[in-house]
């Protein structure tokens, strides 16, 4: 007699794990995006870049960083529009297309605009073409620690008190400050960046001001250029798409949308430039004279073969030269501006000429 073994279903695929890194214009999100690629150890990542925009600086940012594995196609970019509002159109053909490859990706990283508002995007994970086949490992949240500590996106209560006496009626809405908590309370993680330029005093502040602004316990681990061990970052297991309740939102009594109206971003075309320091200097003038949040993109510098990567928070500015320009484009710069909404583009423009 002779007997068979009962047939065995087969395993259920894993999902596969994808982690949001969030945070504000500047905070340092590719920055640390570049370090987990430089640690991936052979893991295969993807990356999903969504800019405010339609130049991906960030993403040109990672195909240059010289990470041996990390391959081009697995860089995704999503230009002009935060993904926050472009779910439906963007990402989720995105997402599919990225698990449907021969070889998918072992984790995904998405990295948001500094503008859009985590939540929307974690509700999307609820979809059902995607639901079972990924889930939200956790939501980090990179914070430009000087910008914090100098009260970039805080009001003064005082001033606001004294407004609001005067004229009961006036609208104090800050939108710099809501997009700042909203990308707060969706954190698993909260990365304080930049604390190379901070004293422990204002880093001590900043993390006090953090845990009172988030309901719930997060670990807060502090940074310089973004490095943190992807050991901390990966693998947290939050599944945040059934957590978002725990996630409160300043939109969620509108239904998790959210515009833009208060933000603008245009994209200068710059000459080529005869010294890459009074470049940086005359960008810092320029950003602090009409207000900017953001700058970044490339120039050609004079006699340099290299092109010139710059980043700019308000009127703190970084660069370096980081990869060969084509030979015989033309040696002309692009770069993004952002700011809150009214920015005088003609005469922004005309004042990067004059660099």
């Not at 999100?29 to 991906?56: D, M, P, W, Y």
Request: hydrophobic share 40%; glycine share 8%.
């Amino acid at each position: 007699m002779t007997t068979t073994s009962p047939s065995r279903a087969p395993a259920a695929r894993a999902k596969v794990p994808v982690t949001v890194i969030t945070g504000f214009l500047g905070a340092g999100k590719t920055t640390l995006l570049r370090h987990v690629l430089s640690q991936a150890r052979g893991r295969r990542i993807a990356i999903v870049v969504n800019e405010f925009g339609t130049l991906g600086i960030d993403g040109e940012t990672l195909r240059s960083c010289g990470v041996e594995g990390c391959r081009e196609e697995d860089i995704v970019e999503l230009t002009n529009g935060c993904l926050c509002c472009t779910v439906a159109d963007d990402f989720l053909p995105t997402m599919e297309a990225l698990l449907d490859r021969a070889d998918p990706p072992e984790h995904i990283v998405i990295e948001t605009s500094g503008l859009a508002l985590p939540k929307p995007l974690l509700k999307a994970f609820g979809w059902p073409t995607v639901r079972t086949r990924m889930t939200v490992d956790g939501v980090i949240t990179v914070v430009d620690g000087p910008a914090v500590a100098a009260g970039r996106f805080a009001d003064d209560p005082d001033e606001i008190a004294r407004q609001r006496q005067a004229d009961p009626s006036l609208d104090h809405d800050n939108p710099l400050a809501e997009v700042y908590e909203d990308q707060l309370l969706s954190a698993d993680m909260v990365v304080i960046n930049k604390t190379d330029l901070m004293t422990p005093e204002q880093i001590a502040m900043v993390e006090r001001e953090i845990r009172a602004e988030i309901p719930r316990a997060v670990k807060i681990v502090h940074a310089v250029d973004g490095q943190v061990d992807p050991v901390v970052l990966l693998g947290m297991d939050a599944a945040a798409e059934d957590d978002l309740s725990a996630r409160p939102s300043h939109h969620d009594a509108e239904g998790g949308e959210h515009e833009h109206d208060d933000f603008e971003s245009f994209v200068a075309t710059i000459p080529e430039q005869a010294s890459a320091d009074a470049f940086v200097t005359h960008l810092a003038h320029v950003a602090e004279k009409y207000d900017i949040l953001r700058m970044k993109g490339f120039a050609a510098v004079r006699g340099k073969p290299m092109r010139l990567a710059v980043q700019g928070v308000g009127s703190r500015f970084r660069h370096q030269f980081d990869r060969p320009l084509p030979d015989g484009a033309p040696r002309t710069g692009s770069l993004v501006i952002i700011g809150q909404k009214g920015l005088p583009c003609a005469a922004i423009e005309a004042d990067l000429q004059q660099a």
